[in-house]
């Protein structure tokens, strides 16, 4: 609980891709280009995003640093209220999408999110100093 969570994603699936279709002579193009890494705490919070793949957290980062790359949440509280007193988090990957064709048409397509989603506990540690 108000430690920093941190998100993030390999950074070979935060890449663009391409795919094309070649039929009758004619061809389509899609390609997709990563826009932002998401994240939906599962507390209720609305979701935070960063622009690229994130940065994966390591013990000597310590447990109260921010992700130097912007993505990380902290829970204000434990889940002990949730149901099963653990939140559902859910990832994503917001792409952009555009496509073209052997006949010179372009266009652009909806955004499109890919999801993936981890239920855990958020805990909480209180502790008292005497001096």
């Known amino acids: 609980m108000n430690a920093y969570t941190w998100f993030w994603t390999d950074p ?3 890449r663009a891709l391409t795919a094309r279709a070649d039929a009758g002579g004619v061809w389509a ?4 280009t990563p826009t932002a890494l998401s994240f939906t705490p599962g507390d209720g919070a609305a979701a935070v995003s960063c622009s690229g793949p994130g940065v994966a957290w390591q013990p000597g ?20 209220h949730q149901p099963g007193e653990r939140v559902t988090a859910t990832y994503g990957i917001q792409w952009s999408v555009t496509w073209t064709s052997s006949t010179g048409a372009t266009g652009m397509l909806p955004d499109l999110t890919t999801t993936s989603n981890a239920t855990f506990a958020v805990a909480e540690v209180q502790s008292v100093v005497i001096r």
Request: charged residues 20%.
């Open 12 to 14: 070979e699936s935060f």
């Open 29 to 32: 193009e899609v390609s997709v």
């Open 61 to 80: 980062d310590g447990v109260w640093a921010a992700s130097p790359a912007g993505c990380d949440y902290r829970y204000p509280q434990s889940s002990i």
